[in-house]
């Protein structure tokens, strides 16, 4: 289970054909990845996968924010999750 501060932001599937993920921060108590502010609708979730492995991670974010970040700042979050190293226990 996650147990950082990523756990407001991320949520993960272990396998691809989960039905349901592993763990959901969920929009209660799930944040915005870009602003930090608690989730409301409506948002976008992105899915995010690392190369070769069979984890899959995705963000929630306010459709406004995520629509108007421009793409480097969107990298740059993303790129937090994915570059970091791989370990037996999920961010």
């Known amino acids: 289970m996650l ?3 990523a756990s407001l932001y991320f949520g993960y599937f272990d396998r691809p054909n989960q039905d349901a993920p592993t763990y959901d921060p969920g929009m209660a108590g799930g944040k915005c990845l870009l602003c930090g ?5 409506p948002v976008k979730t992105i899915s995010l996968m690392r190369d070769g492995d069979s984890r899959s ?3 929630r974010a306010h459709k406004a924010c995520y629509e108007g ?3 480097a ?3 740059q ?8 190293p791989l370990s037996s226990e999920p961010l």
């Open 57 to 59: 991670y995705f963000y």
């Open 3 to 5: 147990v950082d501060a």
């Open 77 to 84: 979050y993303e790129s937090a999750l994915i570059d970091a």
């Open 69 to 71: 970040a421009d793409a």
């Open 37 to 41: 502010n608690p989730l409301a609708r």
């Open 73 to 75: 700042t969107i990298t």
